[in-house]
DNA sequence: CTATCCTTCAAACGCTCGTTTGACCGGACG
DNA sequence: CGTCCGGTCAAACGAGCGTTTGAAGGATAG
């Protein structure tokens, strides 16, 4: 990789890291100019504006997470047999490696559990509208699975497994990493924990 | 609005709201004081900051909460063969009665997942120094009855409990009232699928 | 060489922010 | 009566906000 990021780059990973820390109000540009070592007005020549900034900050990451996991769903549904921990593996491990990631995956993940909290309409209208298609095709997949649950009744637990999830990424639950265990560990740890948790509790009894 | 209402609860009531739509720093204390009609310098007489204010507001609520669910939890655990159910009932019931209180309490809710997104180191000390002790609590008290759960695996189940709580009671889940079902009924309904849900996926095998 | 285009820069634009101030009101109390 | 005092008020404070501007680089093409 060359070794000089570009002034986009920079601005966006900045911003990724301060949006994560203090939120999208509470992070102004100048912080995260300053931070990436770029002129202020660099991000309203490269973005526009603040908003559109935000947007292509999710896109940067999420196209890519989109892609990857509904790569893992197709290859799970292609089995003869598709299992509930196969699909579920799909939803979470793509998300697992870009929290990984050596720069900025896990403020990422912090960013992303941020939107989710947010109720402001302009984020939600773009995600919902650039992204919103991968759960619905996720609780597709899912339905024959639990073919004696009814409809509202999984209604309600992908609701509770969509919380659970993005709880967990946002890395403030009680759960701390152990000091003689990596990082890496950590976030396997947490995805094994999860799918079965989640798994357990969609097939509960009706 | 409410002019019986002290000036007090009228902006504790207004910045519930407000902060819940626009986040702690996306809602200017302007905006707080309009809705609630009230001079903007009635903040900072009443108090003292806006940081202050966030505080009060997370403790009008969450010291009744954290007693009732406390008093629930003592009764569950005063019968001779306490259950899953009941102890996960103690905590749950407790906060679906909060999130269905006639003014605010789902607004609240939808504050609290906020708070959950929020890395900001000030609020994060306040609510684990105030109210940390619940979650052990409750952990001391569903730990005899997972025998054979590690004691991390407990702690990140309940992480997840927790979590798939606060975000199916903050209104952007998927799971609507019914037109025909009162919000009583709603309520206890959500209850029941929740600790279901809860209660299996804490069962899974470890 | 000059001309062109993309990018960066310091400075400034209105505007809103949280907070502070000092005056003013009205009931309580001697 | 006058004094006090908790509460409310309009106004202002300095700081920081997102955005815009116009000039200045710097590489490339003719």
Redesign the interface.
Known sequence: MHPHFSTKERILSAAEELF???????ASLRQVTAAANVNLAAVNYHFGSKDNLINELFRRRLDDLTTRRLEMLAQAEAQPAPTLETILEAFVLPALNLAGDRFGGSAFM?VL??A?????QTLRKFLSENYGHVLKRFAQAIRPLLPDLGK??L??????????????M?D????KRPPGRSEEDHRR??AR??V??????????D
Chains 1, 2 share one sequence.
């Not at 989710?116 to 402001?120: L, N, S, V």
């Not at 403030?172 to 759960?175: P, Q």
């Not at 989640?198 to 009894?205: D, E, K, Q, S, Y």
């Open positions: 994560a820390r203090h939120g999208f109000a509470g912090r559990a941020r989710y909290a947010e109720h402001d509202e009744a209604y309600w637990r992908l609701d509770f497994v969509a919380g659970a999830l993005t709880y967990a946002s403030f639950g009680a759960v740890q947490a924990e999860f079965r948790f989640a798994v357990a509790g969609l097939r509960a009894p």
